[in-house]
């Protein structure tokens, strides 16, 4: 049985935008970044266990065919190692508010020397008509043993 070693949330938008923000096209968005406190000295095959969502809105008129990317990476910057991707491809036809749920997990995690695990929520898109109109939200705990 796993021992809990702490849970983090990171709540970026809690009900769905009235006036959205565009997202800019195929760059990152940070959408949550939790820090985990893991003590240096933990011992055991440390894992960590993620969950969220992220909402947009698609514009009314068509679209040929968008990619929405979610990517976590252990650290802050877009730039760090990558621990789970995951892509939504949507096409003509689809129009509205899209919710897009993620679960994921990094396993065998090294404890870390500052104490704290570090993971970010990004959003990217191919398109520069599509908005960020939430729910956003980002979870994660960290087990041992």
């Known amino acids: 049985m796993g021992t809990l070693l702490d849970a983090r949330t990171s709540m970026n938008i ?3 935008l009235l006036a959205p923000s565009t997202y800019p096209k195929n760059e990152p ?4 970044q939790v820090g985990l406190n893991v003590p240096p000295e933990t011992t055991g095959i440390i894992r960590v266990s993620f969950d969220g969502i992220v909402g947009i809105e698609l514009p009314e008129e068509p679209i040929k065919l968008l990619q929405v ?7 802050t910057l877009a730039s760090d190692p990558i621990v789970y991707q995951s892509s939504q491809t949507y096409s003509a036809g689809v129009a509205g508010n899209q919710l897009i749920p993620l679960a994921a997990s990094d396993y065998n995690v ?11 929520l990004y959003a990217a898109v191919d398109m520069d008509t599509i908005l960020r109109a939430g729910p ?10």
């Open 69 to 75: 990317t979610l990517f976590i990476v252990k650290g």
């Open 136 to 145: 956003e939200s980002f979870n994660a705990s960290a087990y041992t043993g």
């Open 29 to 32: 968005v940070l959408i949550g």
């Open 110 to 120: 090294p404890a870390p020397s500052t104490g704290v695990l570090v993971y970010t």
């Open 14 to 16: 809690n009900v769905p």
